[in-house]
């Protein structure tokens, strides 16, 4: 066993980043008092498709006003379960974190669980996004990233992993580079020191990466979810941020795809490892201390047991799992899985149960189907919803 800690650092941290680390982004300041408002707090990473969701879900329900509320995915359930957000959806990177934070706690005065049920709905890869005018763009490849990004005169961003997935990854991403590569200094090189540590444990081949409640890093800019790396990545602040590369494409930024075994779109790390996580060494929450486990990219929702209008938060997921849903996705850049599958198939309601393919999430496993990236659906290919028993074929873009 060994434990390696990243250099520490004395410089302040700029009191701005702690702000950022809470911002929140809304497509709505003001609800209409004559319409039925549906709130949907999710991950930032989601704020395009389900905006475009919002407007198609608007158009077929004039009497619904959907508010969309952008968060890091760890701060998306913070609202509903410690600071009294009373969502009628909640859509997450993780779909880990439902489980891990909602089952075991209960609504107060109540002893209901905030949820008891999880739907895995779509997946993503984590890469490096940039611009043609970040330093040293015009040489970076995939054979040189590491030596790139930990050149002095370049700023690197991250999301922070105390409040967003995007950020747990990519430290999860930096240590995997480690194995791969078989360099031991990647993940200090590239993110440098932080001050506390965070530490790198090392016990019978499996991996633990402890953040400390106070996170001030020397040489990379934190930002609490992973769009809101966007505007430094945009402005050259930062030259190059850790991101889902359908985030990257969203926004219409350089990317640069990491190895299978690194970008978590698949199994692919378990070459290199089958224990690696990430732990918050502090209580920061009221009822878990989270640890997460690396597996591959997949995004999970719930409708909150405490939603105040759950026949519309019905509707509305099955507008998102429906034709007009995916191929909102799939415009947007956002891979979908497919079929969707959940976790407690007896619990889910029963309107969403046509549009399942069986089994559970399989939380450990490959992500096996998706389309997005490297797939696309079109109307010929005889894509039939809901049906269990039909796999949607793929045509190759």
Known sequence: MFMRRIPTTHLLYPILAMILAGAVIVTSCTSNPDKVTLRVINAGSLMVPFTALEEEFESIHPDVDVQ??????????????????EADVVAVADHSLIPMMMYDLSIPDTQT??????????????GV????????????????????????????????????????????????????????????????GFSPPITVTEQNGGYTISIPQVLKPERIALRGSSV??????????????????????????EFLRLPDEIDLYTDGYLSLTADLSVELSYQRFASVTPKFACQ???YGLTIPNNAPHRELALQFVEFLLGPEGQEILLRESQP???????????????????????GDSGINGPVTMSHGFDQTLTKDDDWHYPSASNEPKRGKI
């Open 228 to 253: 809101a790396l966007l505007a430094t990545v945009e402005s050259g602040d930062v030259d190059y941020a850790f991101m889902y590369e359908s985030v990257a494409e969203q926004h219409g930024l």
């Open 68 to 85: 969309i509320e952008g968060h890091g995915s760890i701060q998306v359930i913070r609202q509903v379960t410690e600071l009294g957000a």
């Open 129 to 192: 996004a940039y611009t043609q005018r970040s330093e040293h763009a015009q040489e970076l490849s995939l054979d040189n990233w590491v030596e790139v990004l930990s050149r002095p005169d370049v700023k690197v961003g991250i999301s922070d992993p105390r409040f967003d997935s995007c950020g747990y990854r990519a430290l999860m991403s930096c240590q995997l580079a480690e194995l791969y590569y078989g360099e031991d200094s990647v993940f200090e090189s590239v993110l440098g």
């Open 113 to 126: 669980p905030y949820a008891h049920w999880c739907l895995s709905f779509a997946t993503n890869r984590l």
């Open 336 to 358: 979908a899985l497919i079929p969707p599958e959940v976790d407690a198939p007896e619990d889910v309601p029963d309107e969403i149960k046509p549009y399942l393919g069986g």
């Open 296 to 298: 591959p990219i997949v």
